[in-house]
């Protein structure tokens, strides 16, 4: 857009026929996603004034959205240091007027090619626990290539872990009670109930399968020395020594 822009000397029409755009929305129930084509692609670039004052012009979109009757949700920062991603989330909302703001992580360091779905939740986890509405996944690949199925689906659990990271922090209705029946299962050695309760249960199993046949009722990491498996055989008056 910014090259078409360059080339033929004239205004984005998208925003020179803006109240036309919104007729034909209201006409078909179509709700914009108002982009934030000057968020921060770069930790270098986050929270400037570029990115500032274009919140407000999007603010100014959404409220002539909303008098025509039709829906908006704005898109937040990409790239930003985690010391600034509350703030914006602040700032953000309050420049849109509530409107539901959705992030791309923000990526919070720009160091680790192969390796964004992590930066990306790291940065996603705070940004929707102070704010963000909607988390937009990222996967290995990004930057880097198109990503492979097996990217997609790194890239969607580690946002769906950051997402609910942050329902945690925010006290949503139901999210801790999930973490609570993992930890009873994990105090039971219920591993199918571990397994059923698990993001990834694929993963889960996959990992438990290579534990060697002796750690039947404890996994590898501990063996003999599982706190779980000790404190139950205590507590029934078995033998823990270590032969046993």
Not at 1 to 13: D, V
Not at 206 to 213: D, G, L, N, V
Not at 221 to 233: D, E, V, Y
Request: proline share 4%; hydrophobic share 40%.
């Amino acid at each position: 857009m910014f090259a078409w822009m360059e080339l033929n000397n004239k205004e984005n029409p998208f925003y020179e026929h803006y109240d036309r755009l919104l007729e034909i929305c209201e006409k078909y129930d179509v709700t914009l996603s108002l982009g934030d084509a000057l968020r921060p692609g770069s930790i270098h670039d986050s929270t400037d004034a570029s990115q500032i004052e274009e919140l407000i012009v999007l603010g100014e979109l959404t409220k002539r959205a909303w008098a025509k009757n039709v829906q908006v949700i704005i898109e937040g920062p990409g790239h930003m240091p985690i010391n600034e991603i509350a703030g914006n989330m602040m700032i953000g909302k309050k420049l849109c007027h509530g409107a539901p703001f959705y992030v791309l992580g923000p990526i919070v360091t720009d160091v680790a090619p192969g390796y964004d779905h992590i930066t990306s939740a790291i940065g996603g986890a705070i940004a929707a626990s102070t704010g963000a509405d909607f988390l937009c996944y990222v996967t290995p690949a990004e930057h880097l290539r198109l990503p492979t199925l097996e990217d997609m689906k790194e890239g969607i659990i580690a946002t769906r872990i950051a997402a609910h990271a942050a329902d945690i922090a925010k006290g949503v209705k139901g999210a801790k009670n999930w973490d609570n029946q993992m930890s009873e299962a994990r105090a039971d050695l219920n591993w199918e109930r571990m397994f059923n309760l698990a993001i990834d249960s694929a993963k889960a199993i996959e990992y438990r399968k290579e534990s060697t046949p002796e750690h039947e009722d404890s996994c590898t990491m501990c063996g003999k020395m599982c706190s779980m498996r000790n404190m139950k055989k205590i507590l029934n008056g078995e033998d823990i020594r270590l032969n046993n």
